[in-house]
């Protein structure tokens, strides 16, 4: 069974320009979630969706950033104009259904420089 | 400031010894515990859980304690073996919440 696929593994862009991260969770999962890690810190939570519903977003730093799941299932995670602080690793995970554990399976994420 | 958070950033042991991660919390409602290790290149893994009623929870070589009087978690890692070198984060779940938050991570490094 394929895991989570993240795309792109490394992308390296200019400040103000457009970078759209893309996420494939397992099938058949239901529960998808972004995810950042900026170099040393924490992995700090972005959204969740439920299919293709935003459940929960207050983690989103500002409005360039802008995520979609059309359909219920890939997403993407557009940062339109990217800024020098956007760099960090943004991972994805996913989850069979909302059962208050734990248990997300992640991709390897998808690490952004914006120089 | 952040629900949890590690001692240390970086931890160095011997192989086959056993290795301690500290992690510390600050919310009281978090009901829900959880070890990830992530290893270079790859995402986070869940490794094992334990919930607040439980004060340890052992799996394969991996042992998490949890002490709610001081608000700590600590995941004890039996006869380090080169493989467990990685990066170890803590996360909590509080009541009502389902969303995982996660601390810094500590860097495991396992010396041959």
């Known amino acids: 069974e394929a895991g989570v696929t993240q795309f792109p593994s490394h992308s390296v862009i200019e400040k103000g320009q457009t970078v759209t991260l893309r996420c494939d969770p397992i099938?058949?999962?239901?529960?998808l979630y972004w995810y950042r890690r900026v170099m040393g810190k924490e992995i700090k939570f972005l959204l969740h969706?439920?299919?293709?519903?935003?459940?929960?977003e207050s983690g989103m730093p500002n409005n360039r950033f802008l995520a979609e799941r059309t359909g219920g299932t890939y997403s993407t995670l557009k940062v339109q104009p990217a800024e020098l602080e956007d760099s960090g690793v943004y991972f994805c995970?996913?989850?069979?259904?909302?059962?208050?554990?734990?248990?997300?399976?992640f991709g390897e994420g998808s690490r952004l420089t914006v120089l | 400031g952040e629900s949890v958070g590690l001692h240390l950033p970086t931890l160095s042991v011997q192989e086959g010894d056993n290795s301690i991660i500290n992690c510390a919390y600050s919310?009281?409602?978090?009901?829900?515990f959880i070890w990830y290790k992530q290893e270079s290149g790859k995402g986070p893994q869940f490794i094992i859980d334990?919930?607040?009623?439980?004060d340890k929870r052992q799996g394969q070589r991996v042992t998490v304690l949890l002490n709610k009087t001081v608000k700590h978690l600590s995941l004890q890692i039996a006869a380090t073996q080169p493989g467990d070198s990685a990066v170890y984060f803590c996360?909590?779940?509080?009541?009502?919440?389902?969303?995982?938050?996660f601390g810094r991570g500590t860097s495991l490094i396992v010396h041959p």
């Open positions: 099938s058949g999962h239901d529960n």
């Open positions: 995970a996913s989850s069979l259904g909302v059962t208050n554990t734990g248990e997300l399976f």
């Open positions: 996360a909590d779940i509080s009541g009502g919440s389902y969303i995982p938050t």
């Open positions: 969706f439920v299919k293709e519903s935003k459940q929960d």
């Open positions: 334990i919930r607040s009623n439980m």
């Open positions: 919310n009281s409602a978090s009901d829900y």
